[in-house]
Nanobody, 115 residues
Framework: QVQLVESGGGLVQPGGSLRLSCATS????????MSWYRQAPGKECELVAF???????NYVDSVKGRFTISRDNAKNTVYLQMNTLKPEDTAVYYC?????????WGQGTQVTVSS
């Protein structure tokens, strides 16, 4: 049974930091491109960052220099370190695993950036 479980979200003040985790099971994690998406109220789901099987990363422009995606294949876990958070980062953050035409999604974790 495939599972992707996000954790680490919460309420944080502007300028603060959070680290999201996505613990996975039920598939060969090391073969999948792992991504973080987010969806803010009233907006479409946005790709935030991805990391390839070889460790190459990319980010949406709005988070470059502030967010870092990483993966630990031994733990089947992908992370998103979020620094210098802004109110515009408020969204539900989703973990995604993709291989070819197939993909898996987590349930999401809420990140709220507010004073």
């Amino acid at each position: 049974q495939v599972q992707l479980v996000e954790s680490g979200g919460g309420l944080v003040q502007p300028g603060g930091s959070l680290r999201l985790s996505c613990a996975t099971s039920g598939f060969t994690f090391s073969l999948y491109v792992m991504s973080w998406y987010r969806q803010a109220p009233g907006k479409e789901c946005e790709l935030v960052a991805f990391i390839t099987v070889g460790g190459a990363t990319n980010y949406v422009d709005s988070v470059k220099g502030r967010f870092t995606i990483s993966r630990d294949n031994a733990k089947n876990t992908v992370y998103l370190q979020m620094n210098t958070l802004k109110p515009e980062d408020t969204a539900v953050y989703y973990c995604n695993a993709k291989l070819g035409t197939g993909s898996y999604w987590g349930q999401g974790t809420q990140v709220t950036v507010s004073s």
